[in-house]
């Protein structure tokens, strides 16, 4: 067993340097399977999530290699789409339905155990299902195996009753392939969305529109391999950004887009932190004692991302006066709570919405990663906490930070992995 063991207290000085977009990574890798050549894949983030696509698309009979630190090479010329990717595969992945609209759209048929990841509540698939029939395939799910078939698919008009990234996602895949127009009415507008159309484009797509509400895509033939590097992880550079806010220190977060970072930025400033934007940097100024309190709710890009609501819930925990956070994307998000509360924290949840009053200081206790950006919020929580705090199931933490401890560290941080008998 593995756990982080923090020691708080300390301010953070130095540079971070963000790794590859996690919510980017996914699809594109999906997506390389359209190629009839190998594709080079740069900015890969080194996370738990991407091995495990990269053990999918190789159990299906994908040649992929990795031959330096970031990049991966994927040839999908071997892949046979009549194999099932079974529930050992995706339980651990939610991203692993992108494989549904990919193999579908590619050779016609796919069949994926249903998809399992993060919990919060529930997360169904019927915005999936409806674009690949408005597309012309057929549907069935048959022992929790997700069956989708279509050999001749037909572009169509596709609205999405919910703004939906993953739904988003997989019509988008299902349609570069499919004869004739598809538009996507209602679409997210997220800047992985942005990211994977481009990628999509390098191969020979037509996908027009990605990052509005209307996504309008022309389907082509055939489709040719390329070299892409994806976008730097927007919740990555937010999740440092917070924790140096609530540590305190002077932190520059090096390689983002400072615009996919806005609606973090104005919420940090709000709280009184001093963000200074760069080219390809934002810096965090912080005192490290009581900011603001101030108000959060979460909305579709480009409001204020749900993947960072933990996160920035932890920071409100030590301002001075009452915040409001109002959860509006995910039923189940507040579930690490409780941790916080075992560390000193004052938070009242009634539905989607959390009172958190701010407490003097936070202090060390055995919490546990309850999802991955809960983990986060954990990490951020033992950096400010007066004493040694030991957060566990860090497996969560692992899908989605590369080199968590090594960032940290080096910007002064007292955090380590340690390895532990259960007993």
């Given at each position: ?115 399992g990841g993060c919990y919060f509540g529930v997360r169904p698939i019927d915005q999936h299902i409806k674009a690949f029939e408005a597309l012309g395939a057929s549907v069935n799910t048959d022992n929790a195996i997700v069956n989708v078939k279509g050999e001749e698919l037909y572009g169509s008009s596709i609205y999405l ?219 951020i929580a033992g950096l400010i906490a007066q004493g040694e705090t030991y957060v566990e199931n860090i497996k969560y933490i692992d899908r989605g930070y590369e080199d968590l401890i090594e960032k940290l560290s080096g910007v002064g941080a007292d955090i380590k992995r340690v390895t532990y008998d259960e007993d």
């Amino acid at each position: 067993m593995e756990r982080f063991v923090i020691r708080g207290g300390n301010k953070l000085n130095g540079t971070i340097n963000i790794s590859g977009a996690k919510n980017a990574a996914l699809p594109i890798i999906a997506a390389s399977v359209f190629s009839g050549e190998p594709c080079r894949i740069e900015n890969i983030p080194e996370i738990s999530d991407v091995r495990m696509m990269m053990k999918i698309l190789r159990f299906i009979g994908a040649k992929v290699e990795a031959p330096e630190k970031g990049v991966i090479v994927v040839d999908p010329s071997g892949i046979n789409p009549e194999i099932t990717i079974p529930d050992e595969m995706t339980r651990k992945l939610r991203a692993s339905y992108y494989l549904l609209g990919s193999l579908l759209s590619k050779y016609g048929t796919a069949s994926v155990a249903l998809p399992g990841g993060c919990y919060f509540g529930v997360r169904p698939i019927d915005q999936h299902i409806k674009a690949f029939e408005a597309l012309g395939a057929s549907v069935n799910t048959d022992n929790a195996i997700v069956n989708v078939k279509g050999e001749e698919l037909y572009g169509s008009s596709i609205y999405l009753d919910v703004v939906s990234v993953g739904a988003t996602i997989n019509a988008m895949l299902a349609a570069v392939m499919a004869k004739g127009l598809t538009v996507i009415e209602n679409a997210a507008r997220e800047p992985h969305i942005v990211d994977l159309a481009n990628f999509l484009n390098s191969m020979g797509a037509d996908v027009r529109g990605a990052g509005t509400e209307v996504i309008k895509i022309r389907g082509v033939e055939n489709m040719h391999g390329c070299t892409y590097s994806i976008i730097p992880d927007q919740i990555e550079a937010g999740t440092y950004m917070v924790a140096a806010a609530a540590a305190g220190g002077d932190v520059i977060v090096n390689n983002v887009i400072p615009k996919h970072l806005e609606s973090i930025t104005n919420k940090l400033e709000d709280c009184g932190i001093t963000v200074i934007e760069g080219d390809e940097s934002v810096r965090i100024i912080s005192e490290g004692k009581h900011p603001k309190a101030c108000r959060v709710k979460t909305s579709p890009h480009p409001g204020f991302p749900t993947d960072m609501q933990p996160q920035f819930a932890t920071l409100l925990c030590i301002c001075n006066g009452t915040s409001t956070v109002v959860e509006d994307v995910w039923d189940n998000r507040f579930k690490y709570v409780d941790q916080l509360r075992r560390m000193g924290a004052n938070i009242m949840v009634n539905g989607d919405t959390a009172l958190i009053t701010g407490v003097d200081a936070l202090k060390a206790a055995p919490v546990e990663a309850d999802d991955l950006r809960a983990g986060a919020a954990m990490v951020i929580a033992g950096l400010i906490a007066q004493g040694e705090t030991y957060v566990e199931n860090i497996k969560y933490i692992d899908r989605g930070y590369e080199d968590l401890i090594e960032k940290l560290s080096g910007v002064g941080a007292d955090i380590k992995r340690v390895t532990y008998d259960e007993d």
